[in-house]
Nanobody, 128 residues
Framework: QVQLVESGGGSVQAGGSLRLSCAASGRTFSNYAMGWFRQAPGKEREFVAAVVWRGGNTYYADSVKGRFTISRDNAKNTVYLLVNNLKPEDTGVYYC?????????????????????WGQGTQVTVSS
């Protein structure tokens, strides 16, 4: 099992920035990919970004390309999500997730069922 703990959320004004962190502990050698998803009130959870643990390839939802950056620090078993130029529609709970296998396609990187471990989430609130 792997445990994931997110941090770094908060309340910011539109145009602001945050850096979200996800620290993994436990069976981290089984990490193949790490992803960030978010869920706004009354909406379904959606894909934000993902990174391949060993290769470092990154994937983004169209809505965040150019504004969000995902990265990982293998030595610290930590994944980061730098979120810039935040918009009110970015408001939601941001979840970190781990895939213990490598999704076979770029599209699959954004599918929730590819991930088998989830954190508790960190709240991001953006005011206009």
């Amino acid at each position: 099992q792997v445990q994931l703990v997110e941090s770094g959320g908060g309340s910011v004004q539109a145009g602001g920035s945050l850096r979200l962190s996800c620290a993994a502990s436990g069976r981290t050698f089984s990490n193949y990919a790490m992803g960030w998803f978010r869920q706004a009130p009354g909406k379904e959870r959606e894909f934000v970004a993902a990174v391949v643990w060993r290769g470092g390839n990154t994937y983004y939802a169209d809505s965040v390309k150019g504004r969000f950056t995902i990265s990982r620090d293998n030595a610290k078993n930590t994944v980061y999500l730098l979120v810039n130029n935040l918009k009110p529609e970015d408001t939601g709970v941001y979840y970190c997730a781990r895939a213990s296998h490598l999704p076979t396609t770029a599209q699959a990187m954004g599918v929730m069922t590819e991930y088998d471990s989830w954190g508790q989430g960190t709240q991001v609130t953006v005011s206009s």
